[in-house]
């Protein structure tokens, strides 16, 4: 089975991620590929696959475009 390989470099050369469903952030310890799907583990010891996790970047683009949308549009969620 073959693994996308942008969802790979996406996370590939980061130190850190954020839960999309917590908000939390985390470490990342180490990532492992396993029947074809990416995942991350912490330094806690939990695992995430990686269309569960945003990268620091990514928090800030969504952060930024939700704010853009409220501003402009007056859409808040």
Do not use: P
Request: aromatic fraction near 10%.
């Amino acid at each position: 089975m073959q693994i996308d390989q942008a969802r790979l470099e996406r996370i590939q050369d980061q130190r850190m991620f954020i839960c999309i469903e917590t908000g939390d952030l985390y470490a990342i310890e180490d990532i492992k590929i396993i029947e074809g799907e990416i995942w991350i583990k912490s330094q806690d010891g939990r695992v995430y696959k990686d269309i569960d996790v945003l990268t620091i970047t990514e928090s800030g683009d969504h952060y930024r475009l939700r704010m853009w949308m409220k501003q402009n549009l007056n859409i808040d969620y």
